[in-house]
């Protein structure tokens, strides 16, 4: 229960923010249709035309008045249209949706298995991998653009294999998921900001997973379970794996923030037309209905994740589940 | 009555276009880095100039603009009548909307109509008074008072659209789908797929003015940087870039590069309503201060263009040459000194982050004794705060100075509708009234001597000085197509790129 009204108060205090954070920028959003720092010189928005655009959008009303249409349009499941897309933003948002969830879910799978395998595996053999641990560190400690311009320029470039920019071949009928005969072309569009994302996100799966599994391995259950004869890797999958992945869980939770900010980054590298090109696009235009709605679902998409992510836990670990809810 | 009458020469090809002899491709594939929305004249997108150009592939204006200048399009002929407060148009016969039904001048007058209740971005109705059918091929339009840019700026940029599908349409931004997009232009709508900026449009058969060069159009949308890459790789069939290196690179072989002309701006604001920027001679230290050629030099490596304090670039056919503050750092020395400038006092010049032209512009004006702190931000907040005057020095690149003139009225005669007006206006009797008599000027010569003098008065006052102009290039295949063209002042009101529709049809 106590956890319920917390989440309960996060809500509230998440709509207000992404309500607010919007219109805390400089600039409203037709003064940057109007003026957009450059390109649009050319624009002109009577006086009179302005104020129509204004009122249209709703945007001439108090800030209250705003705030309580847009709790009004939510619950009728409307989020309004995007002033600088002319579209339903509940259409843009659903069209986008997909690309990012594939990017996320192939990238934290990526990243995740194959840190997690090659965690446990450097602190079972502790001392013969610092060369690795050395590499997944420098990767790491690299922002998700410089990693995404090497993958472009090495795989791109250098030996062009893979396309750099997009998310299907133009008009070949593979404008959608709807995979069929287009499953080898969406992949080859989605392998690079993929790879990009996971190299990034990777190292913290390694090192979390090598570090809980030294201190596992110290454990006095380790040498009992030796004792009783069971092969090395029945110990490191059953009794170290398990118990070391605890941690990971969490980390799953807190990554996902960081990883729609890298995907915000690497879509717009990759011209990949998911949430965070859109996210970037809304921001720049200051398109209010877009940017509010896309932190509010963000923001439960976060929550949610990590409502998941602490009921996994629960799950798999006897003694937290031995613990009252919080 | 003064008369003007165009009449369109039935073969005449247009300057730039390509031959009708010429065998129509099968598709073309162009770039644009952002998408630009849904192509109806409502629903596109006003971030840059993309998604206008592409609109106009579809729809149709009055007039239309080639490598010499205005030509008829729509509208075989026209004339201005009652010292240009009447413009009767007389239209083309056998024009078809693209759902075959034809085009006439009751659908010319609902435009105009349509647009002065549901605003259109690219065009200024705010001088028409009236605009009616007097038969189906003849258009009158009042105007309020007369307007000179009228046929450049007007007539030239609204489209036309069918009265059979808008007048029943009450919320224009919301409405799309495939009767959105009906007009009477050289290509017809196909596909657009949101989010990817993929855009397929094909060849209009029935098109009044030639045969579409290609079967399909197709755009595509490359992130700027990777549009070199993405023609490299055959992904596209044309790139845009305004960076000298990588057109450098391209020139030759297998490739070919359009240059367009100084049609983009790079210019310092000054804010004339604070100090020391309402000091006239301290406005001219700073432009001594600076070595102009140098700056652009060091930013774009080469086609510098140095920027003309009358704002105007050279190369088009409104510049006047006025005073061009030479590079001079004890003149400067000696302005700042005859008005006891303070060393002590730090300037704030607001600009894009990583701007090189702001921190040379820093550096050759601490050479002369001031002091500059460069304060960054990105341009919505640039924009903002120069709307609100919260400025002293602004640094802004932008297009739009190719066109008609009467943007020297606007910006710097407190006329303008945006924020391009930043605090630059100039209180100055003389040039208010040239900058209204132009507007209305019917006679092409006396305009121009009248926008020289404004140049003039610009150069004397600097309310803002033109660091350096920037051309854009086109790099493009040369197999794909090899038909490109430099529309004159750039297209519609000055958009400086090559995707005018004129050179994908053959006349």
Same mark, same amino acid.
């Given at each position: 229960?106590?956890?319920?009204?917390?989440?309960?108060?996060?809500?509230?205090?998440? =709509?207000?923010?992404? =309500?607010?954070?919007?219109? !805390?920028?400089?600039?409203?959003?037709?003064?940057?249709?109007?003026?957009?720092?450059?390109?649009?010189?050319?624009?002109?928005?009577?006086?009179?035309?302005?104020?129509?655009?204004?009122?249209?959008? *709703?945007?001439?009303?108090?800030?209250?008045?705003?705030?309580?249409?847009?709790?009004?349009?939510?619950?009728?499941?409307?989020?309004?249209?995007?002033?600088? !897309?002319?579209?339903?933003?509940?259409?843009?948002?659903?069209?986008?949706?997909?690309?990012?969830?594939?990017?996320?879910?192939?990238?934290?799978?990526?990243?995740?298995?194959?840190?997690?395998?090659?965690?446990?595996?450097?602190?079972?053999?502790?001392?013969?991998?610092?060369?690795?641990?050395?590499?997944?560190?420098?990767?790491?400690?690299?922002?998700?653009?410089?990693?995404?311009?090497?993958?472009?320029?090495?795989?791109?470039?250098?030996?062009?294999?893979?396309? %750099?920019?997009?998310? !299907?071949?133009?008009?070949?009928?593979?404008?959608?998921?709807?995979?069929?005969?287009?499953?080898?072309?969406?992949?080859?569009?989605?392998?690079?900001?993929?790879? %990009?994302?996971?190299?990034?996100?990777?190292?913290?799966?390694?090192?979390?997973?090598?570090?809980?599994?030294?201190?596992?391995?110290?454990?006095?259950?380790?040498?009992?379970?030796?004792?009783?004869?069971?092969?090395?890797?029945?110990?490191?999958?059953?009794?170290?794996?398990?118990?070391?992945?605890?941690?990971?869980?969490?980390?799953?939770?807190?990554?996902?923030?960081?990883?729609?900010?890298?995907?915000?980054?690497?879509?717009?590298? /990759?011209?990949?037309?998911?949430?965070?090109?859109?996210?970037?696009?809304?921001?720049?235009?200051?398109? /209010?209905?877009?940017?509010?709605?896309?932190?509010?679902?963000?923001?439960?998409?976060?929550?949610?994740?990590?409502?998941?992510?602490?009921?996994?836990?629960?799950?798999?670990?006897?003694?937290?589940?031995?613990?009252?809810?919080? | 009555?003064?008369?003007?009458?165009?009449?369109?020469?039935?073969?005449?090809?247009? #300057?730039?276009?390509?031959?009708?002899?010429?065998?129509?491709?099968?598709?073309?594939?162009?770039?644009?880095?952002?998408?630009?929305?849904?192509?109806?004249?409502?629903? /596109?997108?006003?971030?840059?100039?993309?998604?206008?150009?592409?609109?106009?592939?579809?729809?149709?204006?009055?007039?239309?603009?080639?490598?010499?200048?205005?030509?008829?399009?729509? #509208?075989?002929?026209?004339?201005?009548?009652?010292?240009?407060?009447?413009?009767?148009?007389?239209?083309?016969?056998?024009?078809?909307?693209?759902?075959?039904?034809?085009?006439?001048?009751?659908?010319?007058?609902?435009?105009?109509?349509?647009?002065?209740?549901?605003?259109?971005?690219?065009?200024?109705?705010?001088?028409?008074?009236?605009?009616?059918?007097?038969?189906?091929?003849?258009?009158?339009?009042?105007?309020?008072?007369?307007?000179?840019?009228?046929?450049?700026?007007?007539?030239?940029?609204?489209?036309?659209?069918?009265?059979?599908?808008?007048?029943?349409?009450?919320?224009?931004?919301?409405?799309?789908?495939?009767?959105?997009?009906?007009?009477?232009?050289?290509?017809?709508?196909?596909?657009?797929?949101?989010?990817?900026?993929?855009?397929?449009?094909?060849?209009?058969?029935?098109?009044?003015?030639?045969?579409?060069?290609?079967?399909?159009?197709?755009?595509?949308?490359?992130?700027?940087?990777?549009?070199?890459?993405?023609?490299?790789?055959?992904?596209?069939?044309? #790139?845009?870039?305004?960076?000298? $290196?990588?057109?450098?690179?391209?020139?030759?072989?297998?490739?070919?590069?359009?240059?367009?002309?100084?049609?983009?701006?790079?210019?310092?604001?000054?804010?004339?309503?604070?100090?020391?920027?309402?000091?006239?001679?301290?406005?001219?230290?700073?432009?001594?201060?600076?070595?102009?050629?140098?700056?652009?030099?060091?930013?774009?490596?080469?086609?510098?263009?140095?920027?003309?304090?009358?704002?105007?670039?050279?190369?088009?056919?409104?510049?006047?040459?006025?005073?061009?503050?030479?590079?001079?750092?004890?003149?400067?020395?000696?302005?700042?000194?005859?008005? *006891?400038?303070?060393?002590?006092?730090?300037?704030?010049?607001?600009? $894009?982050?990583?701007?090189?032209?702001?921190?040379?512009?820093?550096?050759?004006?601490?050479?002369?004794?001031?002091?500059?702190?460069?304060?960054?931000?990105?341009?919505? %907040?640039?924009?903002?705060?120069?709307?609100?005057?919260?400025?002293?020095?602004?640094?802004?690149?932008?297009?739009?100075?190719?066109?008609?003139?009467?943007?020297?009225?606007?910006?710097?005669?407190?006329?303008? =509708?945006?924020?391009? $007006?930043?605090?630059?206006?100039?209180?100055?009797?003389?040039?208010?009234?040239?900058?209204?008599?132009?507007?209305?000027?019917?006679?092409?010569?006396?305009?121009?001597?009248?926008?020289?003098?404004?140049?003039?008065?610009?150069?004397? $006052?600097?309310?803002?000085?033109?660091?350096?102009?920037?051309?854009?290039?086109?790099?493009?295949?040369?197999?794909?197509?090899?038909?490109?063209?430099?529309?004159?002042?750039?297209?519609?009101?000055?958009?400086?790129?090559?995707?005018?529709?004129?050179?994908?049809?053959?006349?």
């Amino acid at each position: 229960m106590r956890s319920a009204i917390r989440y309960l108060l996060l809500l509230v205090a998440l =709509f207000a923010i992404s =309500f607010a954070l919007p219109r !805390a920028l400089p600039g409203d959003p037709l003064a940057a249709l109007a003026s957009g720092g450059g390109q649009d010189a050319l624009l002109v928005l009577t006086p009179q035309a302005h104020q129509q655009l204004l009122a249209y959008y *709703g945007l001439d009303q108090p800030l209250p008045h705003q705030a309580l249409r847009f709790i009004g349009e939510m619950i009728r499941g409307d989020l309004g249209y995007s002033i600088s !897309a002319s579209q339903p933003v509940t259409r843009l948002i659903l069209d986008r949706l997909p690309w990012t969830l594939l990017l996320v879910a192939l990238s934290l799978v990526l990243a995740g298995v194959f840190g997690c395998a090659a965690g446990l595996l450097a602190g079972y053999r502790h001392g013969r991998y610092e060369r690795l641990s050395a590499v997944l560190l420098l990767v790491g400690s690299l922002p998700d653009f410089v990693v995404g311009i090497g993958l472009i320029l090495l795989l791109g470039v250098l030996v062009p294999i893979l396309p %750099t920019s997009g998310a !299907a071949t133009s008009f070949a009928d593979c404008g959608g998921l709807a995979i069929g005969g287009c499953a080898a072309d969406l992949a080859a569009h989605a392998a690079l900001p993929v790879l %990009t994302l996971a190299l990034v996100q990777l190292p913290a799966f390694f090192l979390l997973m090598r570090a809980a599994t030294l201190g596992e391995l110290g454990q006095s259950y380790i040498t009992a379970a030796r004792a009783r004869g069971l092969t090395e890797r029945r110990v490191a999958t059953r009794h170290v794996g398990r118990n070391a992945i605890l941690p990971i869980i969490t980390l799953l939770g807190l990554r996902l923030g960081t990883l729609l900010g890298g995907v915000v980054v690497v879509e717009t590298l /990759f011209g990949y037309p998911g949430l965070g090109e859109l996210t970037y696009q809304a921001a720049l235009s200051r398109d /209010f209905p877009v940017l509010q709605a896309l932190f509010l679902l963000g923001g439960v998409a976060i929550l949610a994740l990590n409502a998941l992510a602490d009921l996994w836990r629960r799950r798999i670990d006897p003694r937290l589940r031995a613990e009252p809810a919080a | 009555m003064l008369s003007a009458a165009v009449a369109l020469g039935a073969c005449a090809p247009f #300057a730039g276009s390509a031959p009708a002899s010429a065998t129509p491709g099968k598709r073309i594939t162009l770039s644009w880095w952002i998408d630009t929305g849904y192509p109806s004249p409502f629903s /596109f997108s006003n971030v840059g100039p993309g998604g206008v150009v592409k609109e106009t592939m579809l729809f149709d204006t009055l007039v239309w603009k080639d490598g010499r200048g205005v030509i008829p399009w729509l #509208a075989e002929s026209w004339n201005v009548q009652d010292g240009g407060r009447t413009i009767v148009f007389r239209l083309r016969a056998n024009v078809r909307w693209h759902d075959g039904r034809p085009f006439s001048a009751e659908d010319a007058a609902f435009s105009f109509s349509y647009f002065a209740k549901h605003p259109y971005g690219w065009a200024d109705l705010n001088s028409v008074a009236s605009a009616t059918a007097d038969d189906s091929r003849t258009l009158t339009v009042k105007l309020q008072w007369p307007f000179a840019p009228f046929i450049h700026d007007v007539a030239g940029v609204l489209p036309m659209i069918p009265t059979h599908v808008w007048s029943a349409v009450s919320d224009p931004l919301r409405f799309q789908g495939p009767d959105a997009v009906i007009g009477t232009g050289p290509y017809v709508f196909g596909s657009y797929t949101e989010g990817q900026g993929a855009y397929l449009f094909k060849a209009n058969d029935g098109f009044f003015a030639g045969r579409p060069a290609f079967r399909e159009l197709a755009y595509r949308l490359l992130p700027e940087a990777q549009q070199p890459l993405g023609l490299q790789n055959g992904v596209v069939d044309s #790139a845009l870039s305004t960076a000298y $290196e990588v057109q450098a690179h391209f020139n030759g072989g297998d490739y070919r590069v359009l240059k367009t002309a100084p049609l983009s701006i790079v210019r310092l604001l000054f804010n004339v309503n604070r100090p020391p920027f309402d000091n006239r001679d301290f406005r001219r230290a700073v432009a001594h201060a600076l070595d102009r050629a140098q700056i652009g030099q060091r930013v774009i490596h080469g086609d510098v263009v140095v920027g003309s304090p009358g704002v105007i670039p050279p190369e088009t056919p409104w510049y006047r040459a006025v005073s061009q503050y030479s590079y001079d750092p004890d003149r400067a020395k000696a302005l700042l000194s005859g008005i *006891g400038y303070d060393p002590a006092t730090t300037i704030q010049l607001l600009a $894009e982050p990583d701007a090189p032209d702001s921190q040379l512009v820093r550096s050759m004006l601490g050479a002369v004794g001031i002091k500059v702190q460069i304060v960054t931000a990105d341009p919505k %907040t640039r924009t903002a705060r120069m709307k609100a005057l919260d400025f002293q020095m602004g640094l802004q690149k932008h297009i739009g100075v190719g066109g008609d003139p009467d943007f020297l009225r606007r910006w710097y005669a407190g006329k303008a =509708f945006n924020a391009f $007006e930043y605090g630059n206006v100039i209180h100055r009797a003389d040039f208010s009234a040239l900058a209204e008599r132009q507007a209305s000027e019917q006679d092409p010569v006396a305009r121009k001597t009248q926008v020289g003098q404004m140049q003039a008065i610009l150069a004397d $006052e600097l309310p803002s000085l033109a660091l350096y102009h920037r051309r854009f290039y086109l790099i493009y295949r040369r197999a794909a197509w090899d038909r490109w063209f430099n529309t004159a002042g750039g297209i519609m009101s000055g958009i400086p790129l090559v995707d005018n529709k004129l050179a994908l049809v053959l006349h």
